[in-house]
């Protein structure tokens, strides 16, 4: 069967998109990047916000519109939250809980009878990735989270923290290193929770991971900022894992973070970064802030800003407040309005864009080794990677030589013309 993959959201479901990927490649079907010549679409929502319910909602209507003929599957936080109210109209197929998506592939082969012959199925381990574009691979090696921030939905979505054996990980991403993936990212809903069921934690789990694979750079996704135990920035000392961490703060009032039942305060997380960027060289942290959160002053949402100017975060992932029902956030009282979410965003915003010019201004004249990660129509216009720090460069030295999925040495001259990324020119031609 021809099989289409359409994930939203976080990188964890990046990661399960992946191993679904694999998984039905492995039992004989093909994926297609075309929804409508698809024999079967599975979505993988999201409903971390109302904007990505509404974005979940509208992708399995056009799944549905674009291709009737087609079976749907479709497993995520939207699916699992509300499986019957939001999914029995769109014309799906089958739902697979959040608890039962690691067995998707299984579920999906045996209810929906997708079962073919066993000469037509790839060669054990062979991954489309590189076909695809994709030098970065998303590893999930954990699930759940047993805290409960007052506006996250996710806990709820997720269950109970679950960790992958040590032993199944360091699997994946020595056949990722075979296949020729240069680059792995460690996903979960709660990383730094990693081993709470199994007696172990994410440190160990990375100093495993660099002791028995090879791959050239490891990443991490967001860890929480109260995770972190003072040892955990002398892994960095091993060059494979990139300095690049994100640290959601969610915001810089400590009565706002008080009603959101974070587990950091503003003077604890500055003592984090201090401690962070005193080791770890050319350390890139970037984070997370809810704007407009339920009875959130002027003067909470200036400290907010103060704050995230003082840190100077290399980048921002702002997010509009919105009640999501299920949470506790939600039954708080004195709603920000619209109109003030739509003002302060924009201020983040433009605060944000100078902050990451600020940052990248200050590695001009600098060498770095840069994943090619994206061929351009056109070698000759130039290629785009990024730093071990995970700067985004434009290499607009002209060449006909395929970088793609290669390691290049380069030099940083300046910023581009959107001020997000650097122009560089090859050292190792």
């Known amino acids: 069967m021809r099989i289409h993959l359409k994930t939203l959201g976080c990188r964890l479901n990046e990661a399960e998109m992946e191993t679904w990927s694999r998984d039905f490649l492995d039992r004989g079907h093909e994926i297609t990047q075309n929804l409508d010549e698809a024999d079967l679409i599975v979505v993988n929502t999201c409903a971390v ?3 990505a319910v509404r974005k979940s909602r509208k992708l399995l209507n056009r799944a549905q519109r674009q291709n009737p003929c087609s079976k749907l599957v479709v497993s995520g936080c939207f699916a699992s939250l509300n499986p019957d109210e939001d999914t029995q109209s769109l014309g799906v197929d089958l739902i697979v809980d959040n608890r039962d998506k690691d067995r998707l592939v299984e579920i999906t082969t045996r209810e ?10 790839t060669a054990p381990g062979e991954s489309n990735l590189l076909s695809r574009g994709r030098q970065r691979a998303f590893i999930k090696v954990q699930d759940g989270c047993r805290y409960q921030c007052t506006f996250c939905i996710v806990t709820v979505a997720r269950g109970e923290e679950r960790s992958r054996p040590a032993d199944q990980v360091i699997a994946e991403i020595n056949l ?29 789990l990375i100093r495993a991971i660099l002791q028995q694979t090879t791959i050239p750079r490891v990443r991490l996704g967001a860890v929480e900022p109260w995770d972190i135990p003072d040892s955990f920035w002398e892994l960095f000392q091993n060059h494979r894992l990139m300095p690049h961490l994100h640290l959601p703060i969610q915001s810089g009032s400590d009565a706002l ?8 305060k503003t003077a604890e997380f500055t003592r984090l970064v201090s401690q962070a960027r005193s080791t770890v060289a050319d350390l890139n942290l970037t984070t997370d802030i809810i704007v407009g959160f339920p009875g959130e002053t002027e003067k909470e949402w200036q400290q907010t800003v103060d704050y995230v100017e003082e840190i100077g975060f290399s980048h921002l992932h702002i997010f509009a407040y919105s009640p999501r029902p299920g949470t506790r956030a939600a039954m708080l009282p004195d709603p920000v309005t619209r109109d003030a979410i739509r003002r302060r965003s924009e201020q983040l915003h433009q605060i944000g864009k100078k902050l990451k010019r600020d940052f990248l201004s200050r590695y001009i004249g600098r060498e770095f080794p840069v994943l090619i990660e994206s061929a351009p129509l056109d070698p000759s216009l130039g290629w785009n990677g990024y ?17 793609e999925n290669r390691i290049v040495s380069v030099r940083l001259q300046q910023l581009s013309d959107s001020g997000d990324a650097i122009t560089a020119i090859l050292l190792d031609e």
Do not use: W
């Open 49 to 51: 916000t109302g904007e």
């Open 112 to 121: 929906l009878n997708l079962h073919v012959m066993p000469e037509q199925a």
């Open 176 to 204: 990722m290193a075979d296949q020729g993936i240069q680059e792995i990212v460690l996903t979960g809903v709660h990383l730094g929770g990693y081993g709470s069921d199994n007696g172990s934690d994410l440190s160990q």
């Open 257 to 264: 973070l008080k009603r959101m039942a974070r587990r950091c």
């Open 387 to 403: 730093t071990p720090n995970f700067l985004r460069v434009e290499i607009n030295h002209p060449t006909k030589e395929d970088l």
